[in-house]
């Protein structure tokens, strides 16, 4: 059985305990929250709650550690850190951070002799293999990534983090006009602000600055200021009513030629009903190929790119050969 522990109890840690027990070989041991461990009940009746400064106490416990913290601000800091005492798992998605992130926590794994795998989920993660092998097949070609519509996981935390924010979604929404040019195989080139909106709906705290907020959302960087943004302040109790599911989706679509007016669309889709189940079942499948490598002395700080199918497989190779080839 494949140990596993998880950092961080929101949405994300949910999902990932949801997944854990739909896989036979992996065994949820503790959850670790920054919370009273007594006022936090998860479903795993074996599972021991476990405040964060204790941490350590089951370094030798553990195979893998699913960090579920916010990529703004929780990621960059857990995940180089818990690296230097477990094999760790993480859904880090701020693009344009990654290589930094990727060093960082490389360093780490390394000088403890740990496999951490970051980024890992559906964007990035499954999104990022596909335009890989997009366009590793279609070379002659254009990418295009639209999500949505749908909640965002980060950039909903991202808004939570700002002063006087009680809760808040972020919706991001393709643009229609756009995503059909696409399909269509008409190439168009479309800046970040053409392809995808953003929607926020916002909770403030009793007298806050409203203003202030909008102002803070509208120009965060990465995530908010090259986008078409729209923020709507709402009650908590309307939150709750018209926006307590996470769902999700989006596409991924390269189109190229292969010859003189011989043309390709390939695309790759996804429609989820939970943003974070899912993210999760992707978090613990890579957690099954953190344990293989951590076997095999192969130490480091990885992404997708790097992890073989059958490391991911539940099934042995012979089956995979079978059945799935």
């Not at 709650?49 to 990529?71: A, E, P, Q």
């Not at 986008?227 to 996470?246: A, P, R």
């Not at 992404?303 to 042995?316: H, Q, Y």
Request: aromatic content about 8%.
């Amino acid at each position: 059985m494949i140990k596993i522990g998880i950092y961080g109890y929101g949405n994300l840690g949910k999902g990932v305990e949801k997944a854990i027990k739909k896989n036979s070989d992996m065994e949820l041991v503790a959850v670790f929250t920054r919370r009273d461990p007594k006022s936090l009940t998860i479903e795993t009746s074996k599972a021991k709650v476990v405040n964060i400064k204790d941490v350590l106490n089951y370094k030798d416990k553990i195979d893998v550690m699913v960090i579920c913290g916010g990529s703004a601000t929780d990621l960059p800091e857990m995940t180089p850190e818990l690296a230097k005492n477990f094999n760790v798992i993480d859904s880090f998605d701020t693009h344009a951070n990654v290589p930094t992130h990727y060093n960082n926590v490389n360093n780490s794994a390394n000088a403890s002799k740990h496999v951490a795998i970051i980024s890992v989920g559906w964007d990035p993660g499954m999104f990022s293999l596909n335009r890989c092998i997009m366009e590793s097949i279609l070379p002659d070609g254009k990418d295009y990534t639209f999500w949505g519509k749908g909640v965002s996981q980060g950039h909903s935390d991202a808004i939570r983090r700002i002063n006087g924010v009680v809760d808040a979604r972020q919706y991001t929404c393709p643009v229609e006009k756009a995503l059909e040019a696409v399909r269509s195989g008409k190439n168009p080139e479309l800046s970040v602000r053409e392809k995808h909106t953003r929607l926020c709906y916002v909770v403030a705290k009793e007298g806050a600055d409203k203003a202030l907020i909008e102002k803070e959302i509208k120009e965060m960087p990465n995530y908010f200021a090259d986008y078409d943004t729209t923020v709507n302040f709402i009650s908590l109790e309307e939150l709750k009513k018209n926006h307590n599911g996470i769902p999700h989706g989006g596409f991924v679509i390269r189109t190229g030629s292969t010859s003189d007016n011989v043309k390709h669309v390939i695309e790759y889709s996804l429609k989820l009903d939970s943003n974070p189940e899912f993210t999760g079942s992707i978090l613990v499948a890579y957690a099954r190929a953190a344990a293989r490598l951590y076997k095999r002395a192969d130490f480091g700080c990885k992404t997708v790119f790097d992890i073989a199918p059958k490391d991911l497989a539940i099934v042995d190779y012979s089956e995979l050969l079978k059945h799935t080839l």
